[in-house]
């Protein structure tokens, strides 16, 4: 009932720059936050850093100072500011978000990822 889509991944090399953009659409009556995690091969999915409707912000120690995460709730969109990437930072980046529907049900959306590679 509620679309979660990603994008602005791609190739980018060491010590530049990327912005992704997550937009939820559907039967969304509030979300209470959104967040970024990613993936890197072999390794758990982790938070890199989340927002709630209230604008607080929290982020993975490895990306603080160097990410930077937004969100325009009339556009129900969220947004993740990547600077001074590095080689580790590659991953499949997702989006999540949580909330309630017009039906008053929870919801806990993914998107399908988007892949963010940092060349050394």
């Known amino acids: 009932q509620v679309q979660v889509v990603e994008s602005g991944g791609g190739l980018v090399q060491a010590g530049g720059s990327l912005r992704l953009s997550c937009a939820a659409s559907?039967?969304?009556?509030?979300?209470?936050?959104m967040g970024w995690y990613r993936q890197a091969p072999g390794k758990q999915r982790e938070l890199v850093a989340g927002i709630s409707s209230g604008g607080s912000t929290n982020y993975a120690d490895s990306v603080k100072g160097r990410f930077a995460i937004s969100r325009d709730n009339l556009k129900n969109t969220v947004y993740l500011q990547m600077n001074s990437l590095k080689p580790e930072d590659t991953a499949v980046y997702y989006c999540?978000?949580?909330?309630?529907?017009?039906?008053?049900?929870?919801?806990?959306?993914w998107g399908q990822g988007t892949q963010v590679t940092v060349s050394s």
């Open positions: 559907g039967r969304i009556f509030r979300i209470h936050a």
């Open positions: 999540n978000a949580k909330g309630v529907t017009v039906l008053t049900t929870d919801f806990d959306s």
